[in-house]
Every structure is written in C-alpha cells, then in structure tokens.
C-alpha cells in the first residue's frame, strides 16, 4: 500500500512563504513517472498547481509562476512545494499527488489526505 504524506502547511500572512513536502509511506517498492501539487479551496475543484516529471520536466498554473517552485528527489521519491509572495488566493488544501506505472502499466494516481495552507493577514 502506497500512502503519500504532506507536511509544511500552515497560516501565513501575505507576502510570507511556506514549503511544502511530501514523501511516500509504506513497505513498497515504487518509482513514480510524474509527481506534483494541486489544491481545492473551500467550494471550488482541485485544481492543478505544479508537476515535475522523473525527467525533470515541469509545468505550473498561470497564477503561480513566478512564486512557487516545484523540485524533487527522485532517489527518495520525494516532491517539494516552494511557495514564496504568497497571496490570500493561493489560500486552500494542498494535495501531494503522484502518478506511477510500477504495478499497472496504464498508470495509478497516488494521492495525499492533504494539508491546509492560509494566507490571512
């Protein structure tokens, strides 16, 4: 069972900055293709924030380029949220998703329980 874990949310106040983690848990094996953010505000979709791929290639919504960085450990199989300027919009939960053809040639979709991040002054 392949369980991803979020950790680095929290309240911050516009302009300030949070990193987010987020490692997989469990007795595996398992390399994922892709990984990345997207988040849901209160009453909204989840939406897609970053995604880097094991190649390194990496794609970011409009509204956060220029602010966030995504990066990641391929040996440990880890993906990092940079988030910098933030703004009150950027306020929602943050998913930790990974995307891996290890057990199933089509593909899984891995996914974090989440972790809050607020932007409030």
């Known amino acids: 069972q392949v369980q991803l874990v979020e950790s680095g949310g929290g309240l911050v106040q516009p302009g300030g900055s949070l990193r987010l983690s987020c490692v997989p848990t469990g007795s595996f094996i398992i390399n994922f293709d892709r990984m990345g953010w997207y988040r849901q505000a209160p009453g909204k979709q989840r939406d897609l924030v970053a995604t880097i791929t094991r190649g390194g290639t990496i794609n970011y919504v409009d509204s956060v380029k220029g602010r966030f960085t995504v990066s990641r450990d391929t040996t440990k199989n880890t993906v990092f949220l940079q988030m910098n300027s933030l703004k009150p919009e950027d306020t929602a939960v943050y998913y930790c998703?990974?995307?891996?053809?290890?057990?199933?040639?089509?593909?899984?979709?891995?996914w974090g329980q989440g972790t809050q991040v607020t932007v409030s002054s």
């Open positions: 998703t990974g995307y891996s053809t290890w057990y199933r040639p089509s593909g899984v979709d891995y």
